[in-house]
C-alpha cells in the first residue's frame, strides 16, 4: 500500500461548542473524585498540586538510585499498561514517558506513523483511539493538531472504557508535561535561593508558535511576585491569549527585541528554537534569528545564579561552548522530565503515598 486512503470525518455532536469553552469550565470534565484524570492544559494545575508532584519525582529519582528502590518503584504499576500514539516526532517526551513507565514497571506500547496503523485504510482518529482503550489503561499522545488530546479525552470520558490522556505535546498549543519538568527544574534550580518565588525569567525565541512557553506562561499565576520578559523578533511575539492571561493575574511581563538588555536582570534564561515545522511556507521562513542566540560572550554578563533552560531539541539557539557551563541545566532539565512524568503517572494511578512512604521508611 503506498498511499493513504482518505480520512474518514466523524460528526461528534457536541464537541464544537465544548471546544469553544473556556479552560476553566472544562477543567471538572477532566477531574474524577477531585483529581486530576486527564491532563490536558497547564491551567488545571495549582500550586498545591505542583509543590505535590516536585516532591514526588524528588521522591522516585532518590529512590530509583538504589536497586532496592527500583525493585520497589517497578511494583507499583506492573499490572498497568500504557499507551504511547506519538505521531508528531519527539526524541525526549517520548523516551521521558517510555522509561517513566518502565521505572513503575508499566507495560508500552506504541505508534509513531499513522502509516502503520489502520489509519492508512482510512479508519478515523478518534476510532483509532477508542481502540487503543480496548487494551491499554493510559494514554500519551503527542500530535500535530491542536485540540486533538483534549477531543479523545471528550470522546473517552463518555465512553464505556474511559482511560486516562495526557497529551504530551498538542500542535503549537499547549505541552503541560514539559511546563511540570520546567517548574521542577526551576524549582531545584533555586532550592538555595528561596525557590521560584520572586523570581525574574526571560523566554526567548519563537514564543508565538512555542507550545513550551505557553504552557509555562500559563503556570506562572501559581507563583509569588514573577516577572516574565518576553524577547523575541516582532514577527514571533507572544499571542494575545497568553499576555490576557497574564494581565487577568496580575503577573508583571515586558516585551523587547533587546535580548543583551535584559540578560543581567533575569535569574533564568529560557531559550526555544523557532518552529519552522509551523511556517505557512518553511522555505520562506528564515531559519535563524543571531540576535535571539545565547553565545558564549554572554556567560559573563548573566548573574552567577542564573540558569539557562531549553526544552530542546536545539539548532543554534545556544553555542555548544555554553554546555561545560554549570548554569546550563537544558541536559539536567530533559531528564527532570522522566522523573517528573513517573510521578504523574503514579498520581494519576494513585500510588503515589506508597512511593512517599517508601523514601520517609529509607
Ligand atoms: N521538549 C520536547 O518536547 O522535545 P521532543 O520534541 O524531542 O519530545
Redesign the pocket.
Known amino acids: 500500500m503506498t498511499h493513504f486512503t482518505e480520512k474518514t470525518i466523524q460528526n461528534y455532536p457536541g464537541w464544537d461548542e465544548f471546544y469553544a469553552g473556556e479552560v476553566d469550565e472544562k477543567i471538572d470534565f477532566f477531574t474524577k473524585g477531585h483529581r486530576l484524570f486527564d491532563v490536558i492544559y497547564s491551567q488545571q494545575f495549582d500550586r498545591r498540586f505542583l509543590d505535590y508532584i516536585c516532591r514526588l519525582s524528588n521522591a522516585i529519582r532518590l529512590l530509583a538510585k538504589t536497586k532496592a528502590g527500583s525493585r520497589k518503584l517497578r511494583r507499583l504499576l506492573a499490572h498497568k499498561r500504557a499507551m504511547l500514539y506519538f505521531v508528531q516526532?519527539?526524541?525526549?517526551?517520548?523516551l521521558s514517558f517510555l522509561n517513566a513507565c518502565h521505572i513503575l514497571g508499566m507495560k508500552v506500547s506504541d505508534i509513531r506513523d499513522t502509516s502503520t496503523s489502520s489509519e492508512i485504510k482510512g479508519e478515523s482518529q478518534e476510532d483509532s483511539i477508542r481502540t487503543f482503550a480496548s487494551y491499554v489503561d493510559l494514554i500519551v499522545i503527542?500530535h500535530p493538531e491542536a485540540g486533538f488530546s483534549e477531543k479523545t479525552a471528550w470522546v473517552l470520558n463518555q465512553s464505556e472504557r474511559p482511560v486516562p490522556v495526557i497529551n504530551g505535546?498538542s500542535g503549537p498549543d499547549q505541552?503541560p508535561t514539559?511546563a511540570l519538568l520546567d517548574i521542577y527544574t526551576l524549582e531545584r534550580s533555586f532550592e538555595h535561593i528561596g525557590r521560584l518565588d520572586g523570581k525574574k525569567i526571560a523566554m526567548v525565541g519563537d514564543l508565538k508558535r512555542g507550545r513550551?512557553v505557553r504552557s509555562l506562561s500559563y503556570l506562572m499565576k501559581n507563583y509569588e511576585d514573577i516577572t516574565l520578559y518576553f524577547v523575541s523578533p516582532k514577527v514571533f511575539k507572544m499571542k494575545e491569549d497568553i499576555k490576557s492571561f497574564l494581565e487577568k493575574h496580575k503577573i508583571q511581563f515586558y516585551e523587547t527585541d533587546d535580548f543583551q538588555s535584559v540578560m543581567p536582570l533575569v535569574d533564568a534564561v529560557y531559550m526555544t528554537r523557532i518552529q519552522k515545522e509551523y511556517a505557512d511556507d518553511a522555505v520562506e521562513e528564515a531559519d535563524d534569528y543571531p540576535d535571539f542566540f545565547f553565545k558564549e560572550a554572554y556567560l559573563s554578563i548573566i548573574q552567577p545564579h542564573c540558569v539557562i533552560m531549553h526544552?530542546?531539541?536545539r539548532r543554534y539557539e545556544i553555542e555548544v561552548a555554553v554546555d561545560k557551563d554549570p548554569r546550563a541545566v537544558y541536559w539536567r532539565q530533559?531528564r527532570n522530565g522522566m522523573w517528573m512524568r513517573a510521578a504523574l503517572i503514579a498520581y494519576i494511578f494513585r500510588v503515589e503515598k506508597e512511593i512517599l512512604k517508601e523514601l520517609t521508611a529509607q
Request: net charge positive.
Open positions: 516526532p519527539s526524541t525526549r517526551t517520548f503527542r505535546g505541552h514539559q513550551t526544552p530542546l531539541p530533559e
